[in-house]
């Protein structure tokens, strides 16, 4: 299972979400550990990317307008990665 950690503006983001766009994000979620724990890549669907112009930074798709940006920390348990949830919430987070 991997790790993660939420930098404070993500706290803040998330917040502000509707309940029902925090469900989305929870399933959006729950696929992306899957995927991550499959090790063949994320399903097309999450649409996970590089932020142009921001190296190690990448984004999800969760809902129509709703993306999450993450980036990867240093293992906190031997070969599991571990995501830094950076920010979350509708298009304009990037």
Known sequence: MPTYARLPRF????AALTPEERQQFAKAVGNFIADLKAERGFRKGLRVKGVQ???GVYEMTWAADGRA???YGASVR???AHVIWRRVGKHEIL
Not at 11 to 14: E, L, P, S
């Open 69 to 71: 940006t993450f980036s």
């Open 78 to 80: 031997a070969g599991e």
């Open 11 to 14: 706290d803040r983001d998330f």
């Open 53 to 55: 112009g921001s190296k």
